[in-house]
């Protein structure tokens, strides 16, 4: 069972943002890292100069700030913190016998015990929510349209953890085989998130690492051939939105590297540039890769990789929640008529039987294919079996029957089609159209029956 998937303590359900301020850096760092592993989305910073400029007081759900801090440095921070984050709980780390803080809502002392710090950021959060205004005890919920459709426990369980994260600032791995729907979750999970920023979507695996990194990041004008101007890159077009990031398995160890860096401090140069851009993003992640198997092989850092694996959402195979195959079909199938113009009214027996039957090795993403091919081609009122793609029907044992001569010289074109236009031309006369197929009218009649075809239903209504 993953982490993310683990039932909430007390301090992991307020998980969000949160900033750890200590004069020793080593500890603000390792208890960052700690709640990192805990679901929050860390900051960690070393003096109160550097926790004032740290983009991690913005959205904070919470302050971790060492009381002893110079200059009266934790009244600093917690001002500070408050200004840009009204709601955000302080907690003051104290000696051992030390008392609360006046500029603090909880405190915690030194050294911290793990249950005795999730004890006091759950008091401290409380604390300042009761202060200020009351926060939303119910998660958002996903979008009423959402083209994420399911009702498989398994889907079930994926829609509650999106639900729960979606108004957390931490970082989204969504791990997945492809064509399980991963990037139209991480769209479900920005659109519930209430940020008024934009979805920014970026394909890691279909750009070259030199132009990967300008996408990403920008570029300065002359930093490279054919810049001829500053570009903007796609982490401050998401600014005050969500950056999503796909086949993060595939980026570059140098990519990782500036990955690391915006993750943990959300700011970045641009390529060719000395200048440093702060962002608000909030990041969602997929690969379809094994990224603990790459870490062992060392191609992905540890470091990055325990920082995107705050929150994990696996997106099950589609042959492991078949009975979501009639719903999604005929999801598909009413998107796809509208798009064509026809009127389909859903699927025959045979056709939704192979559809049930089939792996799917492509998940939903087939499933659509197979679908809107099947509504495109087909012409009767009901997508029939012989309507599907014979990869579909041949791995479901339900081979088609090879048409005789001459249809066999037009196979390009679904039998069915050739059959439909024999009988126009011959008026919807039978014999005719058996003539014209080089086939007697007995054989046209067999086909017509295994093709689910009625020939009244076919002709058009005289007036």
Not at 118 to 142: G, N, Q, S
Not at 177 to 199: P, V
Not at 398 to 425: C, D, G, N, W, Y
Not at 428 to 436: E, G, H, L
Request: glycine share 8%; charged share 20%; with cysteine.
């Amino acid at each position: 069972m993953l982490e993310s998937e683990l039932p909430l303590s007390t301090g992991q359900a307020l998980a969000g943002r949160i900033l750890v301020v200590d004069d020793d850096r080593r500890m603000a760092s390792g208890m960052a890292e700690w709640l990192c592993g805990r679901a929050w989305h860390a900051f960690a910073a070393g003096s109160t100069a550097e926790a004032l400029r740290s983009p991690g007081r913005e959205r904070c759900t919470a302050c971790l700030v060492d009381s002893l801090l110079a200059d009266e440095g934790g009244r600093r921070v917690a001002d500070g913190v408050r200004r840009v984050s009204p709601t955000a709980g302080i907690i003051a780390i104290v000696p051992i016998g030390g008392s609360l803080p006046a500029w603090a809502d909880a405190l915690v002392a030194t050294p911290p015990q793990d249950e005795a710090v999730l004890a006091a950021i759950a008091m401290a959060c409380a604390a300042a929510t009761a202060r200020v205004v009351a926060l939303p005890t119910e998660p958002a919920p996903l979008s009423p349209a959402s083209s994420v459709i399911g009702r498989h426990p398994v889907m079930q369980h994926v829609f509650d953890l999106a639900r729960r994260v979606a108004r957390m600032p931490a970082t989204v791995l969504i791990t997945g085989e492809s064509g399980t729907g991963k990037s139209l979750l991480a769209r479900e999970i920005h659109a519930a998130s209430g940020r008024t920023g934009r979805f920014i979507e970026v394909a890691c695996g279909s750009l070259a690492e030199p132009l990967l990194e300008s996408e990403l990041f920008g570029h300065a004008a002359g930093s490279f051939t054919g810049a001829t101007s500053n570009r903007d890159g796609k982490f401050l077009l998401a600014d005050g939105g969500t950056i999503f990031l796909d086949e993060i398995g595939t980026a570059s160890p140098a990519l990782q590297v500036k990955l690391l860096r915006v993750l943990q401090e959300l700011e970045f140069e641009p390529v060719g540039s000395s200048q440093t851009r702060r962002v608000d993003a909030r990041v969602i992640l997929a690969t379809n890769e094994d990224l603990p198997a790459l870490v062992a092989a060392g191609r992905f850092r540890a470091d990055l990789f325990w920082r995107v694996n705050v929150i994990t959402i696996e997106m099950p195979p589609l042959r492991e929640r078949a009975s979501d195959i009639p719903d999604l079909a005929g999801h598909f199938l009413a998107r796809a008529a509208a798009q064509a113009g026809r009127e389909v009214t859903g699927f025959s027996a045979a056709a939704l039987n192979t559809l049930v039957r089939h792996s799917w090795p492509g998940n939903v993403r087939e499933l659509q294919h197979a679908v809107e091919r099947a509504v495109f081609l087909g012409r009767g009122s009901l997508v029939d079996g012989a309507d599907l793609p014979t990869a579909v029907l041949a791995a479901t044992g339900v081979a088609p029957e090879q048409p005789e001569s001459p249809l066999k010289q037009a196979l390009a074109m679904p039998e069915r089609h050739l059959i439909i236009e024999a009988l126009e031309k011959s008026g919807w006369r039978r014999d005719v159209a058996a003539r014209s197929l080089g086939i007697n009218r007995t054989t046209l009649y067999k086909k017509l029956k295994r093709l689910g075809m009625d020939v009244a239903d076919l002709q058009p209504a005289r007036s």
